[in-house]
Each structure stands twice: as structure tokens, then as C-alpha cells.
């Protein structure tokens, strides 16, 4: 199956989000009815599709935006995590965020091959930006209502929240990531 089958046959209203891994081994693609694509291609070769979520009923919502974790974020979502890792477990990418029209945040594992928790913001409003804290310990969220959430990822739980201005909010960049 190819990226053109595939993208024909999930395609809604609305654009696909798309990023590269740290690394660039990997693409992750979310379309707009809610599917997560994971791709990877060797050099020169042909693009594969590794790893497909597609969330259920009830999670399904527009993604309106997505992001890989920072490389250091290793093992920090509980036991069963931390035991993968020192299996072996904590090369390359995992952890993907991504943001929604409903106001949540799916976290999806690489490695677990699956849905690892939804955070949900206590107002919720569209998700325009999620941004990873510089060590990938916290997640930040911007919305169309100007609020700014944070969330710790072990806890899996919003840490505080803050009104930044009346606008919305579409970009957040940790510091150390601006060029």
C-alpha cells in the first residue's frame, strides 16, 4: 500500500498534518478524520507505512496539530515505559503529541505501538499548538481561546494553565528550539 492509497482512501475536509522525527527516520502523518500515519523510507528507497492509529468513537477528532517528543524523553510515562527502556527500549523516537479540534491531546508510543493516554485540558477548546518542554518531562498546549496549558507527561495530568491574550494561539516553540 502506498502514501497516495492510503491519504485517497482516510482523506475528509481539511489539511493532513505532518513531521519529521529528530532524527528524520521517520514521518508521522495525521489526517483530518483523526488516523496516524507513521512512515519510514530508507535511503533513496521506498517510503513503508510502519505503525497506523486509528483512534476509536469515542477519541476520534480533527488533528489539528502534532509533534515528536525531544530525544531525552526516555522512559517518563510509568513502569511498564521505563522497564522497555532499560531493556533496550530507549533508542530513537517515541512518544507523539497530538493536538485536537475537541481540546484533548493524544500521546501515541512508537515503541508500545499504540494510544498511550489522552490529556484533556479542564476548558476545552480547539488545540492549535502543542510544544515539548527542552528534557520532554512536560507538554504545552495553545488554543483558540489564548490559553496556555501545561501538562506533566509522567503524571499524565494538567500541571496549570494561563491565559495569554484574547487571540488565538498558533505557534509555541520551547527556547532552546528557536532559531
Known sequence: SSYASLRAATMQSGPEIASFSPGGEYLAVCSPD???????????????LEQQLVPSDHLEAAA???????????????????????????EGPDLIAVGTRAGSVLLYSTRQGGLVTVLKQQAASSVNS??????????????????VT???????????????????IF?????????
Open 34 to 48: 483523526g488516523r496516524l500515519a507513521l512512515w519510514a523510507g530508507g535511503e533513496g528507497g521506498p517510503a513503508r
Open 64 to 90: 489539528t496539530c502534532l509533534t515528536w517528543a525531544p530525544p531525552a524523553n526516555r522512559g517518563s510515562l510509568g513502569r511498564k515505559k521505563k522497564n522497555k527502556a532499560a531493556e533496550g527500549g530507549g
Open 130 to 147: 502543542v510544544a515539548w518542554s527542552h528534557c520532554g518531562s512536560s507538554l504545552y498546549t495553545a488554543g483558540q481561546e489564548g490559553k
Open 150 to 168: 501545561i501538562f506533566s507527561i509522567s503524571k499524565q495530568a494538567e500541571l496549570s494553565s494561563f491565559q495569554a491574550g484574547s487571540d488565538p
Open 171 to 179: 505557534s509555541l516553540a520551547d527556547r532552546k528550539s528557536v532559531v
